[in-house]
Structures are given as structure tokens and as C-alpha cells.
């Protein structure tokens, strides 16, 4: 998971502003829902966010402390 964080900052030389979860850093976060049929059975978490996961699952983004977009069950 690295390559896709902190060693992917630092091949954009962007490691001091993004890369990892810390205080003075910028980051998105968001949530998404796991229970529908083409998420399940779980090989391998990240090979489903990358290839499973469609728009419609993503449930709340949250980019440098701002809601993007917010589910109302949330």
C-alpha cells in the first residue's frame, strides 16, 4: 500500500504536503459501502476499491477537512 501513498508522493516530490495521514498535511478521505453483491467474497481489499467499486458506492468525500459530498445516512 505504500507505493500507492507515501512512495507515490515522493516520486512527485510532494512527500512534505501529501503521502500520508498527519497533521499539516492535505488529504481526501472518503467512505463507501462494501455490502453489495460485486464486493463480496473479499480476495484481496484493494483489488475490490480499485476494480469493484463503482461512483454510485461511494458514500462521503471529504477533501482537506471540507465535505465534498455527503451520504444522509452519514
Known amino acids: ?3 500507492l501513498t507515501i512512495r507515490g508522493a515522493r516520486a512527485l516530490h510532494l512527500e512534505k504536503e501529501i503521502g ?4 499539516g498535511k492535505r488529504a481526501e478521505l472518503l467512505s463507501w459501502t462494501s ?5 463480496t ?4 481489499i484493494y483489488s475490490d ?17 471540507r465535505v465534498i ?6
Open 49 to 65: 476499491l480499485v476494480y469493484a467499486t463503482k461512483a454510485a458506492d461511494v458514500r462521503t468525500v471529504i477533501v482537506e477537512g
Open 1 to 3: 500500500m505504500r507505493w
Open 20 to 23: 500520508s495521514v498527519e497533521k
Open 35 to 39: 455490502t453489495i453483491l460485486k464486493q
Open 41 to 44: 467474497p473479499y480476495y484481496n
Open 69 to 74: 459530498m455527503r451520504d444522509p445516512g452519514f
